[in-house]
């Protein structure tokens, strides 16, 4: 069974009956990254070492008969315009490129406050608003459908990178923040 083609719910219930494991579905997830985000562009930043160590903690915890809620194991990414302590974030943007946040958003601390698990943090147009560019640190997201074209989203809520993550089933859940 693939991870990346399950639920949230039933990842839940595989843990709970210890057929799966956070560790696991972290790794599986990590390696489709390594596979497919090379043309697909939808991450600005994986954090591999951090989703380990959270995957690990949720195990140990899951194992013990804690569950701290529903995403607990959870893999999940970020839209880089969500600020996260000591990660930079980066807005997709030039002016951005060396930020590096102190604190967590509120968002950030209610997802590991439940033991989700960080995979990293995605592509979006700059800022979120407008469209593509190719004149930024790092090139628009794709579509993994066909690469030859961006992965699309409205024009209220541009989705790039997290359009074409979770159309190529990277992490499971993706947040993606409103303006």
């Known amino acids: 069974m693939d991870p990346a083609f399950l639920t949230i719910a039933e990842l839940g219930r595989l843990y709970d009956q210890r057929e799966l494991s956070p560790v696991e579905v ?28 959270e995957a690990q903690t949720a195990e140990r915890e899951l194992m013990a008969g804690r569950r701290r809620g529903p995403l607990h194991g959870i893999p999940y990414a970020l839209k880089d315009i969500v600020e996260t302590a000591g990660i930079p974030t980066t ?6 490129e060396d930020y590096v946040p102190a604190a967590d958003a509120h968002l950030v601390t209610l997802l590991k406050g439940g033991g989700a698990v960080l995979m990293g943090k995605l592509a979006t147009w700059e800022f979120a ?17 066909n690469p030859d074209y961006l992965p699309g989203g409205s024009s209220s809520r541009p989705m790039a990178g997290s359009a074409g993550a979770v159309s190529s ?5 993706w ?3 409103a303006r």
Not at 130 to 143: F, V
Not at 169 to 173: K, N
């Open 26 to 53: 972290t790794r599986s997830l990590i390696d489709r990254i390594a596979a497919h985000d090379g043309k697909l562009h939808s991450f600005i930043r994986v954090t591999p070492e951090i989703a380990l160590a």
């Open 91 to 96: 807005g997709h943007s030039k002016l951005c």
């Open 129 to 145: 608003l407008g469209g593509p560019s190719w004149d930024l640190p790092w090139p628009p997201a794709r579509n993994p459908w």
């Open 169 to 173: 089933r990277t992490p499971l859940l």
């Open 175 to 177: 947040i993606i923040a």
